[in-house]
């Protein structure tokens, strides 16, 4: 196989993706209105509860609605990571990746084709969704908007590859529907995304550790760093590792010879 070919299939992923992200208006619509919901709803009354924070990367007391922000970005991924991994159940059985799986290029490759062109739209919708904050005056720093742009490229490959591996196990959307939220708002609500580490601290000793060691966790404080100009070393290798474990365990689990496909398949 040639360069070219493996060019072609993944622009042909990706372009596909965002063709049906463009057609789609109400997945682009929904996928705003939830973290849009929690900054302008939610946020006053969180901010009554918790009043003003402290934690880095500011050094300094924050408004509660720039400290979400990151964490709200996070969900954006969180949610569009696992919606893309709904429509691989679905392009897996009757769908286009039915026929690309029995290509001649990698198994591997078209995975991360998949992941890749998955992420491109949650950075989209991420950006969109800082445009509109900024007329909400949450205003980062402008080189942040160019910092911030690797962060979540990271996150959005770790969460995208978290869904993939879960969709590796899974053969029924309906299924997968269920454990969709039964992984998302657990690692939401049990993250940095909403409240700073210190707060949870104070709560629940058990929680904080839950919250520290969390994936989605690490992703937005990397993300949260990143949009103020600064680089989480510590965040950025455990985003990183993570992708890299979830990547792997679903490239084995869409393995016909090893994975759960072929174990599910013998068993059903």
Do not use: C
Not at 215 to 243: C, D, H, K, M, W
């Amino acid at each position: 196989m040639r360069i070219l070919h493996y060019w072609r299939a993944m622009s042909g992923i990706t372009g596909r993706e965002l063709l049906r992200f463009v057609k789609q208006r109400e997945r682009f619509i929904s996928a705003l209105v939830r973290p849009l919901v929690w900054l302008f709803v939610f946020a006053a009354g969180f901010r009554a509860a918790l009043g003003i924070a402290i934690t880095p990367p500011y050094e300094t007391y924050i408004l509660y609605e720039v400290y979400i922000t990151p964490g709200l970005l996070g969900m954006i991924q969180l949610f569009n990571g696992m919606q893309s991994s709904f429509s691989m159940v679905y392009d897996r059985e009757m769908g286009s990746m039915r026929m690309l799986m029995v290509s001649p290029l990698p198994r591997w490759f078209l995975l991360f084709s998949k992941l890749l062109a998955g992420t491109a739209v949650s950075v989209l919708q991420a950006y969109v969704f800082l445009v509109i904050a900024w007329f909400y005056d949450i205003q980062a720093p402008w080189a942040g908007y160019g910092w911030v742009f690797p962060a979540l490229m990271l996150s959005g490959l770790m969460l995208g590859a978290l869904g993939l591996l879960l969709s590796s196990f899974i053969r029924q959307l309906e299924n997968f529907a269920g454990v969709m939220n039964f992984v998302i708002f657990p690692m939401f609500f049990m993250s940095t995304a909403l409240y700073p580490l210190w707060k949870l601290k104070e709560s629940s000793e058990f929680l904080h550790n839950l919250a520290l060691y969390n994936p989605f966790s690490q992703a937005v404080e990397l993300i949260r760093f990143a949009l103020y100009g600064q680089f989480n070393q510590y965040a950025f290798i455990y985003t990183l590792v993570a992708f890299i474990i979830f990547m792997v365990t679903a490239i084995i689990g869409y393995n016909p010879s090893k994975g759960m496909m072929t174990r599910k398949g013998g068993a059903g």
